[in-house]
């Protein structure tokens, strides 16, 4: 299973753009790339899911470059209800799947 | 539309105690079910995780065990619990399409073991 590195937290003002960048160098073929969103006292919520190149959804972008090594989930003009912690996974089809720390997101007003 | 339900939603339990916390989904068949725990500021680690009834696999040695005595229904049992038992465990289900990357989460149970 590929590994993942996140930033452990962030912060950023109300209305800006978030960028939260995911490294999995040692990904392979048949991984994909899932982000997550967990608020205090709930479980994670997922956000979006790629393989490769640009994937987008009402919620947030993501930007997964050629070589796939990384990842980046970009959140549009964030608001304070986006205050939370952010996981990049990275698994093939099978059940095991692994959630490390995440990347504390804090928005600021 | 699909639901997941656990209960109960906070617990307090001696250590040595037993434990069984319940969890079931509501509006689809043969789902995907998973345990988790996540310990006060960590990530969530996989527990269990079962593709069928009586179908369980463990991914962590402990002294918690699962079943799944129906098909919508999910138990996370153990005979004696410890201080290290502690956590928030949630459940979870794959989703009509059964992707493992794609989970859906009940609303937790905060165990606090004294």
């Known amino acids: 299973l590929a590994k993942t590195t996140q930033p452990i937290s962030m912060d950023s003002y109300e209305g800006q753009e978030v960028n939260i960048t995911c490294s999995h160098n040692n990904i392979a073929t048949n991984d994909y790339i899932t982000w997550y969103q967990q608020f205090p006292s709930q479980g994670p919520r997922f956000i979006i899911q790629g393989y490769k190149t640009k994937v987008t959804n009402e919620v947030a972008s993501l930007f997964i470059p050629a070589d796939r090594k990384s990842s980046t989930l970009s959140l549009p003009r964030v608001s304070l209800s986006d205050t939370a912690v952010y996981y990049c996974?990275?698994?093939?089809?099978?059940?095991?799947?692994?959630f490390g720390t995440g990347t504390s997101l804090t928005v600021i007003p | 539309s699909q639901t997941i339900h656990q209960w109960p939603a906070t617990l307090v339990q001696p250590v040595g105690s037993p434990l069984s916390l319940e969890c079931t989904v509501e509006?689809?068949?043969?789902?995907?079910l998973y345990w988790y725990r996540q310990a006060a500021g960590r990530g969530l680690q996989l527990l269990f995780y079962?593709?069928?009834?009586?179908?369980i696999s463990s991914e962590v040695p402990q002294n918690l065990s699962a079943s799944r005595p129906q098909d919508r229904q999910f138990i996370l049992s153990s005979k004696k619990l410890l201080l290290s038992d502690s956590g928030f465990y949630l459940c979870a289900w794959g989703g009509e399409r059964g992707d493992p990357h794609e989970q859906y989460f009940g609303p937790g149970t905060r165990l606090t073991v004294t």
């Open positions: 509006g689809t068949s043969n789902p995907n």
């Open positions: 996974l990275v698994g093939d089809t099978g059940n095991q799947f692994y």
């Open positions: 079962s593709v069928g009834i009586g179908q």
